[in-house]
Structures are given as C-alpha cells and as structure tokens.
C-alpha cells in the first residue's frame, strides 16, 4: 500500500488549495482515507477522513471551509481548502485505515504518505 500527497503550496490568507491524495495496493471501497497536519512545535492533528462507505467528516475548526472527497475509480482522495487561514499552516499528510470508523485517531491508520506542505501567509 503506497499513498502520495500533492498540491501543497504556498497562498494567501482567503486562497483555497486542493490537496490530492493518490493512492496504490488499496480499493477505496476496502480503506477509510483521512488527511491529517502537522505544524512546527504541534502534536499531529486529523482534519478530514472519509470511510470506505463514502461517509466523509470534517473537524469543527475546518468545517464549511474544507472538503474531503473520494473518486473511487481514480483511488485518489482530494482535500479541497477554502478560505485559508494562517492557521492552517502546516505539512499535510494523507493515510489509509482497515477501520470503517477510524474517524480522525492517527492511531487508528496503518499507512501513511509523504507530507505536503501547505504555507498561507497574511
């Protein structure tokens, strides 16, 4: 099982970034995909998963502005992000979780990509 996050970049606070998430080794009908980030001196935090069922979810601080989506014969899973914030600074990292209810634990996932840094300025 090999994952690889792209679309990281650097944009204004208010821009949007689509991050994608391209996936090998899985069926997305057999893993839930989540996406995570990590800022510099931060403990790693879960953003956005969506279950091998389609159920996607969302944490409250990126609600309304983050997007999690599935493209089942693609296996890629993208992370639509709106309306940045300096906040949302931080290197993103999309993994792969057997658990149909793995929500967003880092625990709960086995496989991990690559992070893409993510950067939005004032």
């Known amino acids: 099982v090999q994952l690889q996050a792209s679309g990281g970049g650097l944009v204004q606070a208010g821009g949007s970034l689509r991050l994608s998430c391209e996936t090998s080794?899985?069926?997305?009908?057999?893993?839930?995909i989540g996406w995570f980030r990590q800022a510099p001196g931060k403990e790693r935090e879960g953003v956005a998963c969506i279950s091998r069922g389609g159920s996607a979810y969302t944490v409250d601080s990126v609600k309304g502005r983050f997007t999690i989506s599935g493209d089942n014969s693609k296996n890629t899973v993208s992370l639509e992000m709106d309306s940045l914030e300096t906040e949302d600074t931080a290197c993103y990292y999309c993994?792969?979780?057997?658990?149909?209810?793995?929500?967003?634990?880092?625990?709960?996932?086995?496989?991990w990509g690559q992070g893409t840094q993510v950067t939005v300025s004032s």
């Open positions: 993994a792969a979780s057997t658990l149909l209810y793995a929500g967003v634990l880092a625990s709960r996932y086995r496989y």
């Open positions: 080794g899985l069926s997305l009908y057999s893993y839930t």
